[in-house]
């Protein structure tokens, strides 16, 4: 079955380190895959997206990378502030093949990230 | 720009009531998709509009159905609310094709009681 998992459901980091969130996915072939931000009681907010033929895309102190081989993208951020304490969505067309398109996202559960001051 | 706005942002349903929640999608935008949250989970995709036809439906029941108008706002219809119908209810638009970003609103929150 076709499946989307994010490492955790929560992480804990100490202010200044990089989170690093991983988001792995089964049974699709996604022509991209996306990130977003969601705050208690809102709704999500895009960050990033990266194309299945980019390894990697940075925005500011976010980084993304994609590796359709291992059906793997890691989001990363760097010197992480208590302000970016939140939890994180990844998206993926749910494309039966690349190319197929969709117009919907397929979402991960998503993984609380907290950092402490 | 006000962005995505949706109406209400709260609603108490009892079971076999039927809803309607309401969505503006951001200025430019075309697209409208709704999509359903439950706690702890990911949005999970209900259906799209585009150019006032359903374009894509996911796994739900016909008991979900939308409607978009000519200015592109959109209405969602859930008919004999069940318990497992309480969740929050976002709206998102997007523009044009399919791997655009999509801009969400803030949701209603949706009790069945």
């Known amino acids: 079955s076709q499946k989307i998992e994010q490492n955790s459901e929560a992480l804990n980091i100490q202010e200044g380190k990089t989170a690093t969130l991983t988001c792995n996915y089964t049974?699709?072939?996604?022509?991209?895959l996306q990130w977003y931000r969601q705050d208690p009681g809102r709704g999500p907010v895009f960050l990033l997206l990266?194309?299945?033929?980019?390894k990697e895309k940075r925005k500011e102190r976010l980084k993304v990378t994609f590796d359709t081989t291992l059906k793997q993208s890691l989001f990363h951020i760097t010197a992480s502030q208590p302000a970016d304490s939140a939890t994180y969505l990844c998206a993926l067309d749910p494309a039966e093949y690349s190319g197929a398109g969709s117009y919907q996202l397929t979402f991960g559960k998503g993984t609380k990230l907290s950092v402490i001051p | 720009d006000a962005g995505v706005t949706q109406s209400p942002t709260h609603l108490i349903k009892t079971r076999g009531q039927q809803v309607t929640l309401r969505c503006s999608p951001k200025?430019?935008?075309?697209?409208v998709s709704w999509y359903q949250q439950a706690l702890g989970q990911g949005p999970q995709f209900i259906f799209q509009?585009?150019?006032?036809?359903?374009?894509q439906r996911g796994n739900f029941p016909d008991r979900f159905s939308g409607h978009q108008f000519p200015n592109y706002s959109s209405e969602l219809n859930v008919n004999a609310l069940l318990l497992g119908d309480s969740a929050l209810y976002l709206c998102?638009?997007?523009?044009?094709?399919?791997?655009?970003?999509?801009?969400f609103g803030p949701g209603t929150r949706l009790t069945v009681l």
């Open positions: 998102a638009s997007s523009f044009g094709t399919a791997d655009n970003e999509q801009f």
């Open positions: 049974n699709y072939s996604p022509a991209y």
């Open positions: 200025s430019g935008h075309d697209t």
């Open positions: 509009y585009y150019e006032e036809e359903e374009r």
């Open positions: 990266i194309r299945e033929n980019e």
